[in-house]
């Protein structure tokens, strides 16, 4: 079997299956009628993609020779299940073949696509017979393009914290592309947090929406478990201080701020309220103003340049992709 469409999740995905693969697996496709499609078929037909009596996804099932393409649809769940099914062919013997497999943005398929040209245990022998003195180097350059490589790979976590109604979630939400997240007026709108993983600036990231602060004695309990969750998260992570830049920094905004990766005044729409001295700011943003791409271009920029990677993209020499590779070198 063959997975013709991109990694990731869509409403349908297409994937090839020969007759042998089909009669290995057991599986037929069962028309509307109750009959069985054949792949010598000329039609393009709805039918259930049944294997051994189970019922897997309702296909459209496209006759393309030898080969019929199925059309079932596209979460990952499903096509977990027909690899298994159909004994996927494809090569995921290397990390370089699983990162092009999984891809979620260009810069990660090329980057892949330049690793696979690269074999990392022939790199390693290389390095072993260089004269010492250009092997330290050698190494380091190679570290080097790991880490970049790595931040390819391994989403790193973005907490957006800040005060209630400061537009964390709008920004939450823009930054995704979707209004995956409730935003609105209503102060400790948010509880639960909420994880999705998207690409800035071509690397990949799990943001994380939280619940908003509010002063001491002022959090309900309700608001006061939600807070301390969202608390909890921020552990090991990047974090985005998001501030209402019309009404100025409050309070604790110090406190979050002295801990906080970068500092956003949002609402800029909305005008500029004095910014306390004490209160870094990287970038004035609206996030229901301005457009996604911008925000994400913004949002993304800032996160490369705190960690200082490079634009996203090939590394230029062979580099691990697994952080157990980037140990041995
Ligand atoms: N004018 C303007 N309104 C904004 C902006 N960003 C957010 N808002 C509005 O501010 C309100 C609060 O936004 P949310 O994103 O829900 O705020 P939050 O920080 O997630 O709030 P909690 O979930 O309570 O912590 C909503 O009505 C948003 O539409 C902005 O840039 N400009
Ligand atoms: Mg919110």
Not at 153 to 162: A, D
Not at 188 to 194: A, M, N, S, V, Y
Not at 234 to 247: E, K, N, P, Q
Request: aromatic letters at 4%; charged letters at 20%; a negative charge.
């Amino acid at each position: 079997m063959r997975i013709l469409t991109p990694a990731g999740t869509a409403g349908v995905a297409v994937v090839a299956v020969t007759r042998d693969e089909m009669q290995a697996a057991g599986a037929e496709l069962v028309l509307p009628s109750g009959g069985t499609w054949q792949v010598a078929n000329s039609a393009v037909t709805l039918a259930r993609l049944v294997v051994r009596g189970q019922v897997l996804d309702e296909v459209l099932a496209v006759p393309r020779g030898d080969v019929v393409e199925l059309h079932p649809h596209g979460s990952p769940a499903v096509l977990e299940v027909l690899r298994a099914t159909f004994l996927c062919q494809e090569s995921v013997s290397s990390p370089a073949a699983e990162l092009l497999r999984d891809a979620m943005s260009p810069e990660q398929f090329d980057l892949a696509a330049e690793q696979l040209g690269y074999d990392f245990e022939i790199e390693l022998a290389r390095l072993e017979r260089l004269p010492l003195d250009q092997r330290d180097r050698a190494r380091q350059l190679a570290r080097e393009r790991s880490r970049v490589a790595l931040a390819h790979c391994v989403p790193v976590r973005v907490v957006l914290i800040g005060a209630q109604n400061a537009g964390k979630s709008a920004l939450f939400n823009r930054l995704l592309l979707r209004a995956r997240a409730l935003a609105g007026p209503v102060a400790g709108l948010t509880r639960d947090p909420i994880h999705e993983r998207t690409v800035l600036a071509g690397y990949p990231y799990e943001l994380v929406d939280t619940a908003g602060e509010c002063g001491e004695g002022e959090a309900a309990s309700v608001d006061a478990r939600a807070i301390a969750v969202g608390r909890a998260l921020r552990a090991g992570a990047l974090t985005i201080l998001v501030v209402d830049g019309s009404a100025g920094g409050l309070a604790f905004d110090r406190e979050l701020a002295a801990k906080a990766s970068l500092v956003v005044a949002n609402k800029a729409d909305l005008g500029d309220a004095e910014w306390p001295s004490w209160l870094p700011c990287h970038a004035r943003i609206s996030a229901v103003q301005q457009d996604a791409a911008h925000l994400r271009g913004v949002i993304g920029g800032l996160l490369r340049a705190l960690r200082n990677l490079p634009p996203a993209g090939p590394v230029g020499g062979v580099a691990a992709l697994r952080a157990s590779d980037m140990d041995r070198l």
